[in-house]
């Protein structure tokens, strides 16, 4: 399933907590992504990393936080400021830009649930 | 920055009858369109893609086309079966760009025996 993992696959944390979703990939991809899933609004962008110590917002990027210490490895943190964090969230890497062609892989997703 | 809207958002036929699915997108210079298939709780995977050099490309029953001038573009499936069910997005992909992919909304597809 292309090297992509997230743990966990769910996860339940209280309102006001900060929590972090997990993404590794061994698919020495340059690029990674982060998106969040709602029913009915397809994919929407939160933040994406195209090298190591570099990233960039995407269109939800508030009250999400990343880092890209290492090349395998993309968390996402999100944030007590995050007004509606339930959801389902995706990571996905590519080896490099996708217009010119380069297939972006799905990890299998984390849902999460703030109670 | 690029819209894409996508239609219908569900979407059913009989078994072996045809499903055609459109999108549109705002920025002339999107260059990449690729379609996803997401199966119930899993992730979505890539099925077929297209570049805007070219005006439709074809994968056994799976087909895409793009009208650059009208900018959108439609997956079209051909003698649907039931694992063809499932929730389809379409993308685009502005030439160069970092951020990569806007998505659609999404197409629940339902194939009914």
């Known amino acids: 399933d292309g090297g992509i993992t997230q743990s966990p696959k769910y996860l339940f944390r209280k309102e006001g907590q900060n929590v972090t979703l997990s993404c590794e990939q061994n698919?020495?991809?340059?690029?990674m992504y982060w998106y969040r899933q709602d029913p009915g609004q397809g994919l929407r962008l939160i933040y994406y990393s195209q090298i190591v110590n570099d990233f960039q917002k995407g269109d939800i990027a508030e009250g999400y936080s990343v880092s890209r210490e290492k090349k395998e490895s993309f968390p996402l943190t999100v944030t007590s400021a995050q007004k509606n964090p339930t959801a389902f969230y995706l990571c996905?890497?590519?080896?490099?830009?996708?217009?010119?062609?380069?297939?972006?892989?799905f990890g299998p997703g984390t849902r999460l649930t703030v109670l | 920055g690029e819209n894409v809207e996508q239609h219908p958002s569900t979407l059913s036929v009989q078994e072996g009858d045809s499903a055609v699915i459109k999108c549109t997108y705002s920025d002339s210079a999107s260059n990449y369109f690729p379609w996803y298939k997401q199966e119930l709780g899993k992730r979505p995977q890539l099925i077929i893609d297209i570049r805007s050099n070219v005006g439709e490309k074809k994968d056994q029953r799976i087909a895409v086309t793009l009208n650059k001038t009208a900018k959108h573009f439609s997956l079209h499936i051909t003698e649907t079966q039931p694992e063809d069910s499932a929730v389809y997005f379409c993308a685009a992909s502005i030439s160069g760009s970092a951020r990569q992919l806007t998505f659609g909304s999404g197409t629940q597809l339902t194939v009914l025996p």
């Open positions: 698919l020495n991809h340059d690029a």
């Open positions: 996905a890497s590519s080896i490099g830009i996708v217009s010119f062609g380069n297939e972006q892989f």
